[in-house]
């Protein structure tokens, strides 16, 4: 027991000192405000604290981030959208582009071939239509040849006369405009042996060039064409 009262050293040394340097009051959980004449503790911003990072590696760390960052996917190019990208999606609206250019050309190609092909088409068409209507007509006046190599003999002797003349008269005709019927074959013309086919041959002196001497039966054409050629007699140059 010490004079005051208090326990002392049993030693007869100084007592230890206890310093309480937490920062929260355990009791009530608070921070606690720096006492005065109370020694700060050290930060990690002073500049010979354990524990704080030097000055020159945070420089060099943050070199190290601007760096990286200026090698990034984004250098270059416009914010939100690396540059790479940009470019390669140009190349390849290009070539979508193309692509598209040559299919458009395949297909006015392909239309242009195919209106074609519809145009001979219908223009075959047409003219097969006109080669039936002209095969069709042939047939019928074909089928009619007898009925006028008997109006022309009825002709030739004086037969045809009155009503039943007329009649003949009325049915060649509409032949000639409907049909474009042709007759021809006559005495004195020059033989053609396109049109004409010779059953007699003689020799003349009268004539320079072959010619016919008689019709024995007269040709048709229509139009152009021949139907059945004229048979004659023919005078030939002596």
């Known amino acids: 027991m010490n004079p005051t009262g208090g326990e002392g050293n049993p030693e007869g040394g100084e007592q230890p000192i206890i ?3 937490r920062r929260i009051d355990p009791e009530t959980g608070r921070l606690r405000e720096p006492q005065p004449g109370a020694e700060s503790p050290e930060t990690p911003e002073s500049p010979g604290a354990p524990g704080a990072p030097d000055a020159a590696g945070t420089s060099g760390s943050a070199g190290s981030f601007a760096g990286s960052a200026g090698a990034g996917p ?13 470019g390669g999606n140009l190349a390849d609206l290009k070539a979508e582009n193309a692509q ?8 006015n190609a392909s ?3 195919l209106n074609q092909e519809y145009a001979n088409y219908v223009r075959r068409s047409k003219e097969q ?10 047939k019928v006046i074909t089928a009619l040849f007898g009925v006028l190599d008997d109006i022309q003999l009825a002709r030739q002797h004086n037969e045809l006369t009155g009503p039943l003349g007329s009649m ?3 049915f060649e005709n509409t032949l000639t405009t409907n049909f474009r019927l042709e007759r021809y074959g006559a005495t004195g013309e020059e033989f053609d042996p396109v049109i004409h086919e010779a059953l007699m041959d003689t020799t003349s002196d009268e004539v320079e060039v072959p010619t016919i001497a008689a019709v024995i039966q007269p040709g048709y054409r229509m139009g152009e064409k021949v139907l059945r ?5 023919v005078n030939s140059p002596a």
């Open 100 to 107: 598209l250019a040559d299919e458009l050309a395949r297909a």
């Open 129 to 138: 239509a006109a080669s039936f209507v002209d095969e069709g007509r042939e």
């Open 229 to 233: 050629p004229a048979r004659v007699a």
């Open 19 to 21: 310093r309480d340097k």
């Open 168 to 170: 003949a008269e009325k």
């Open 111 to 113: 239309y242009f071939n």
């Open 74 to 86: 984004f250098a270059g190019g416009s914010a939100g959208q690396p540059a790479g990208d940009a």
